[in-house]
């Protein structure tokens, strides 16, 4: 294999304690943040598509794209000079009850990659076979997650909201067996291997597991490199440091949440083990976006009844994880105080980032205690008329202020009924929100740009990616790469692209995969 001019630093191998036994046997694993694992090699590794924006950011040129060697090693089956494969180890509360050690139990880091730039990339295979984590599992994803994961991480950082990227989706000609709504009737699926990307894929379970077993060395340690790794900026030294990091990691989840409520993304999964101390979305399951708005919709089929992660709750939910980092956390410190002062960071941070969104979402000058209220009142009328919540916030962008009409909100409704029922209340609100917008003397043409960067066009619905997956399974690819090239641009309206800024079709109200998806992956 020629291997290319690579420089790989694995800092996190350095300076944190790993597991002196390696391999992918189960075991508890204590005193050490990392395994040494090898990922399992699989029978045909295939590219079937790559983010060129990141193969470009890594300096990977075609001629590394295009070797053959290329799907092996983002397979799992070989590796380039400087990789060092390991699996993490960290706990978290799942569903809000502590779940002991949890670990990467089918995702396999391969390396720390700095870039010509200075850039330091973690690359990860996710579905890379078994690992001391696994819990009994195979360590292996299914295409149909694979690709969900694959889309939404680059298509989430082209909305502007903080996230993990990709950068390959790799076929490995072989079936892994899911029971995908855990109801008794597994399924051979295809398989696959996408290599996820973060500079840091810390979470705050990295920190709990070791609070809540009284390793405060392994504590300290984790801090220290966190905040020497990937938080450079961060000067001085003790608990003032200390608290400036945990202060920093709260603004970061609140900037991060409020651009999902932003563009209406549901995470679906926000278990400790699932956030990044970074701020970054993390582990992209059973995600979905509000189609009719609800904020008590989740796509989470395993969330169904408690609704524990439904769009609306995520605010406090992300703020109820940070005081269980808190918590992990608060042995290094003689006072709580600075934790608390974090903890009222985020709430700072996120009604700030959200009243800049209602002036962004709604064309303002400003936002105003009346401009919240407003808001609140138009996602009432949402809910009760049940309109497309992308297609609603859009649609204001063109709304003439000088006078308003409902027409502008027709392909929003999903139902004819619900719009009779709302229409008065509608057309009263539509009149004072243009009294509003005239009252800032904006220009015209520039407010609706400037509304039209603020309100996609284009997201991932899950009835798109159920499509361009289906396809997928049978071996056209061409969806997927349709989806890859629109998603790169979310807020411009494109030639030809006008079924994928659509209400969700009846056909996908109960399809499995649209309206109903699973952790199983």
């Not at 008065?424 to 009294?435: K, N």
Request: net charge negative; proline share 6%.
């Amino acid at each position: 294999m020629t291997t290319p001019t690579l420089q790989f630093d694995n800092r996190l191998l350095r300076d944190l304690p790993g597991d002196p036994v390696e391999g992918p046997a189960l075991r508890e694993v204590r005193g050490a943040a990392w395994s040494s694992v090898m990922p399992t090699p699989v029978a045909a590794p295939q590219l079937l598509a790559y983010s060129a924006e990141m193969a470009e950011r890594l300096g990977f040129g075609a001629d590394l794209l295009e070797s053959p060697d290329f799907p092996r090693v983002f397979g799992g089956n070989a590796l380039y000079a400087g990789m060092q494969p390991w699996a993490a180890n960290y706990g978290g509360h799942q569903f809000g009850h502590w779940a002991g050690q949890l670990g990467d139990g089918r995702a396999i880091s391969l390396g720390e990659l700095v870039t010509a730039q200075g850039e330091r990339w973690e690359l990860q295979l996710k579905g890379a076979g078994r690992t001391p984590y696994s819990r009994g599992a195979d360590g292996r994803a299914v295409l149909r997650s694979s690709i969900r994961e694959f889309l939404c991480s680059e298509a989430m950082h082209h909305l502007g909201v903080p996230t993990t990227r990709a950068l390959s989706l790799v076929g490995t000609g072989e079936a892994v067996v899911r029971d995908m709504f855990y109801d008794g009737h597994p399924q051979a699926e295809p398989g696959a291997v996408v290599c996820r990307m973060a500079p840091s894929f810390l979470r705050f379970g990295s920190f709990e597991l070791p609070a809540s077993r009284g390793d405060l060395v392994l504590l300290r340690q984790l801090v220290d490199t966190c905040i020497a790794r990937d938080f450079p900026g961060l000067e001085g030294a003790g608990q003032d440091r200390d608290a400036r990091w945990f202060a920093q990691v709260c603004e970061r989840t609140a900037e991060m949440v409020a651009h999902w409520m932003r563009v209406g993304f549901v995470h679906g999964v926000m278990n400790t083990d699932n956030m990044s101390v970074l701020g970054l979305t993390i582990d992209y399951g059973p995600y979905g976006w509000v189609e009719d708005y609800d904020p008590d919709w989740t796509p989470n089929t395993t969330d169904a009844q408690g609704r524990r992660y439904r769009f609306g709750t995520q605010p406090q939910v992300a703020y109820w994880n940070l005081t269980r980092l808190a918590q992990a956390v608060a042995p290094l410190f003689d006072d709580v105080a600075p934790l608390h002062e974090g903890l009222a960071a985020f709430q700072a941070t996120y009604a700030r980032c959200e009243r800049n969104d209602v002036a962004a979402k709604f064309g303002l000058a400003a936002c105003t205690d009346d401009d919240m209220v407003r808001m609140s009142e138009w996602r009432q009328l949402l809910q009760d008329g049940q309109m497309d919540m992308t297609l609603a916030f859009r649609a204001l962008s063109a709304l003439d202020p000088a006078a308003p009409s409902v027409v502008v909100l027709e392909e929003a409704f999903y139902s004819a009924e619900r719009r009779e029922a709302v229409l008065p209340a509608l057309q009263d609100w539509l009149q004072r929100y243009a009294e509003r917008v005239r009252a800032d003397h904006l220009d015209p043409a520039a407010r609706r740009a400037a509304m039209e960067r603020a309100n996609p066009l284009y997201v991932l619905r899950n009835w798109l990616a159920q499509g361009v997956i289906e396809r997928a399974e049978q071996g056209d690819l061409e969806g997927v790469h349709a989806l890859q090239v629109l998603l790169r641009r979310p807020y411009d309206a494109q030639p030809g692209a006008e079924r994928y800024a659509a209400k969700r079709p009846d056909w996908a109200l109960n399809k499995a995969g649209c309206s109903m998806l699973s952790c199983s992956s």
